[in-house]
């Protein structure tokens, strides 16, 4: 194998999700710590501090500590290099987290496990599916009292359709949590509390039937032994193809806060999940070990100083390596560009990427001419396939507070949306504008940010959408009947793609079974 496949082979880009609070950030801090990327654990939130002077949005940016810093962290566990790619969790949730999922090759799952199954993640779970993503699976917080192991378990069979395969098993919770034993190792490893801030050196103890067993958990030994016969029978074995399709997931028990099993999920990680995959291009599939550079932009952050209008274009390396000051081609605009400045992420702090290869996430300095979706080549002139929109799930209307100001507006919406930051509808009726989003801090960032970029000052208002959908139909006939009779509810978003606008999901239902012919699409290709 030359060095460059076995560079690419060593990575794993992975994402969390989770709902919040159930411990993504606990947990990014603790992986970051046995990354040897923090000295002690606790310094992923407190990213807040800055030296610039900033927007408003920097401002919002700030106190949500967000930053491009932690977006993506790379570092090394064991023979492997990580990108963990950081997906916003609380009321940033935004299309960027679904888009950030089709950027990855795995993702952890962290449940609280007091709590079980929680809706945001049942959503990320969805976008997952778009790609059969594999999954593992971290039950969070066995250092409170939690709910019954097997009945979590079975909860997230039942609710995400998804088989489970412990890989570990929890012995007691709460105050009583003893540690976990590790099916595949055979080994029983003990818990100790209050070293959250470190790696623990913790005590293995080799095989189920050891004595040594009963002299350091008393009674929970015999109770583990009986136990696990019970799981060995009722649950699935592990099994790395079934992972490997999304079908299965590999689950394990830990507490993030007291740094405990998080290294038993990262052995996991880095030995089954998948190196960098292949992705389409229109007209073939690309290795992540060919040669030749190849990547999409999947999302975009404004950020830094708005003087400059500066943001960053996070670009996944799908094949190929990139080395400073190469050239490379801009597909939509059958342009080449050189990148003498891209950044990466080692973690902590952004540097200068020298060199990233496929797998990595490089942030280049988009001066506007880089859109959401965007794919550069080493030459190749096709671009690639799924890096979708979804539709969303909350509507505003946009009224400006200067109407003189219409075009600005009309002209900052549509980049915004070009950008990924919003999404901006234009009924067929009438001269609205409709932003359409998934979380509803994106409203007061577009608002922010049109008055920043764009001298309009602007408000929001509630409208009357609750749903919307992307339409085509392959009879234009058929469509045009569509159009006619539909007018009320259509729209066109900011590429002119005609959209079906619901104010209640049951004028959606109506609508799909009064026309058959036509497709009402959630998710539209960029
Ligand atoms: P996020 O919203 O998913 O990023 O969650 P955080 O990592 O911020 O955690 C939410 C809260 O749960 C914080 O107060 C954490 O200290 C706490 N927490 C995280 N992991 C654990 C854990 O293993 N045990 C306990 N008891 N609390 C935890």
């Known amino acids: 194998m030359s060095d460059f496949t076995e560079e690419v082979r060593k990575r794993r880009t992975f994402a969390i999700i989770s709902h919040p609070d159930?411990?993504?950030t606990t947990i990014t801090e603790k992986v970051l710590l046995f990354g040897n990327a923090l000295q002690s654990a606790g310094t992923v939130k407190g990213k807040k501090s800055g030296q610039h002077a900033k927007s408003d949005w920097m401002e919002m940016e700030k106190q949500r500590g967000i930053s491009v810093t932690t977006s993506v962290m790379q570092f090394p566990y064991q023979d492997s290099l990580v990108n963990l790619l950081d997906t916003p969790g609380h009321?940033?949730?935004?299309?960027?987290?679904?888009?950030?999922?089709?950027?990855?090759?795995?993702?952890?799952?962290?449940i609280d496990a007091a709590k079980g199954v929680?809706?945001?993640?049942?959503?990320?779970?969805?976008?997952?599916?778009?790609?059969?993503?594999?999954?593992?699976?971290?039950?969070?917080k066995l250092d409170r009292d939690v709910r019954d192991p097997v009945e979590l378990m079975d909860e997230v069979e039942d609710v995400l359709n998804i088989a489970c395969a412990p890989i570990t098993w929890p012995i007691g919770m709460g105050k009583q949590f003893q540690?976990?034993?590790?099916?595949?190792?055979?080994?029983?490893?003990?818990?100790?509390?209050?070293?959250?801030?470190?790696?623990?050196?913790?005590?293995?103890?080799?095989?189920?039937?050891?004595?040594?067993?009963?002299?350091?958990?008393?009674?929970?030994?015999?109770?583990?032994?009986?136990?696990?016969?019970?799981?060995?029978?009722?649950?699935?074995?592990?099994?790395?193809?079934?992972f490997l399709r999304g079908e299965l997931t590999p689950v394990y028990f830990g507490t993030a806060l007291g740094n405990f099993g998080v290294d038993h999920m990262l052995d996991g990680l880095v030995e089954w999940a998948p190196s960098p995959q292949t992705r389409e291009l229109t007209q073939r599939p690309v290795e992540a070990t060919e040669e030749k550079f190849s990547g999409f932009v999947f999302k975009i952050q404004a950020n830094m100083d708005p003087k400059h209008r500066d943001r960053i274009a996070f670009l996944r390396i799908v094949s190929g390596r990139y080395q400073q000051g190469m050239k490379i081609h801009h597909v939509r605009i059958g342009k080449d560009v050189r990148i003498s400045d891209a950044l990466t992420f080692m973690a902590g702090d952004?540097?200068?990427?020298?060199?990233?290869?496929?797998?990595?996430?490089?942030?280049?300095?988009?001066?506007?001419?880089?859109?959401?979706?965007?794919?550069?080549?080493?030459?190749?002139?096709?671009?690639?396939?799924?890096?979708?929109?979804?539709?969303?799930?909350?509507?505003?209307?946009i009224q400006l507070r200067d109407p003189m100001k219409a075009k600005q507006l009309q002209k900052g919406l549509i980049q915004l949306s070009e950008e990924g930051a919003v999404q901006v509808f234009r009924p067929?009726?009438?001269?609205?504008?409709?932003?359409?989003?998934?979380?509803?801090?994106?409203?007061?960032?577009?608002?922010?940010?049109?008055?920043?970029?764009?001298?309009?000052?602007?408000?929001?208002?509630p409208i009357n959408v609750a749903t919307a959908r992307w339409i085509t139909c392959e009879d234009p006939k058929k469509l045009e009947e569509f159009e006619r009779r539909n007018q009320d509810n259509l729209a066109l978003d900011g590429s002119d793609n005609l959209t079906y606008i619901a104010p209640?999901?049951?004028n959606l239902q109506l609508a799909q079974e009064r026309y058959p012919d036509v497709a009402f699409h959630k998710t539209k290709e960029r």
């Open 118 to 140: 929680e809706e945001r993640t049942i959503k990320l779970m969805e976008v997952t599916r778009l790609r059969d993503t594999p999954i593992l699976t971290f039950m969070n």
């Open 179 to 242: 540690g976990v034993y590790h099916l595949l190792r055979d080994e029983v490893i003990l818990y100790q509390s209050g070293q959250g801030h470190r790696i623990q050196d913790s005590r293995v103890i080799k095989g189920l039937d050891n004595p040594e067993l009963d002299e350091a958990i008393g009674t929970y030994a015999e109770e583990l032994r009986g136990e696990i016969e019970l799981v060995k029978g009722a649950s699935h074995e592990f099994d790395l193809d079934a």
């Open 91 to 110: 009321a940033d949730f935004s299309e960027d987290t679904y888009r950030t999922l089709t950027a990855v090759d795995s993702c952890l799952m962290v």
């Open 350 to 397: 952004r540097e200068r990427a020298e060199e990233a290869v496929a797998g990595d996430i490089i942030g280049l300095h988009n001066h506007g001419t880089i859109q959401l979706g965007d794919t550069f080549t080493e030459g190749e002139k096709d671009r690639f396939t799924g890096i979708p929109n979804f539709a969303p799930e909350l509507f505003r209307r």
């Open 504 to 506: 209640t999901m049951v």
């Open 428 to 461: 067929v009726r009438n001269n609205d504008l409709i932003v359409g989003a998934v979380g509803t801090l994106q409203f007061d960032v577009v608002v922010a940010r049109l008055k920043n970029e764009y001298g309009v000052d602007a408000v929001y208002e």
């Open 22 to 24: 159930a411990g993504k």
